[in-house]
């Protein structure tokens, strides 16, 4: 039983990193650890404003540890109503990052949606965007 626990956990931590050195390479970046931290802040963001059952189905299809990135620190009982336009949804991801200089947001964000574009089925993805306003979807690629 360890042995398969073990292999669970390596494979969790490989796929991880395998989705950061994705999108450290699609946003021309050499700093993994600031490739994470917009990951994470997008998926926070893009969990704040899902219903919360379309914020699990979405996250049924992430590995294990970017799944508990997913959720991390969300209460959906305290869940409080966010604006979903576009500006908005980017000036909370930029919060996340503690306002880290990433250039040009919004291709840094579209670099996340692709990301997942690249990982979860169609289907899920076109209900993700279906629960966004226009202008967010906008910066979704139409690659779907």
Partial sequence: MAYAFQNTLKHSVEVTNEWVNE???????EDKNQSFRLLR????EL???LPIDEAAQLSAQMPLFIRG???EEWDPSKAELK?????????????GIANEKIGKP????????????????AGELKDVRGNLKSDLQSMWSDDL
């Fill in 69 to 71: 990135i997913f959720f």
């Fill in 106 to 121: 919004e291709r840094a964000i579209s670099g996340v949606f692709k990301l997942l574009t690249a990982k979860v089925s």
């Fill in 47 to 49: 969990r704040d404003i």
């Fill in 23 to 29: 999108l450290d390479d699609e946003l021309g970046w």
């Fill in 41 to 44: 802040s997008t998926l926070h």
């Fill in 83 to 95: 604006p979903h336009d576009k500006n908005s949804f980017v000036d909370r991801v930029l919060a």
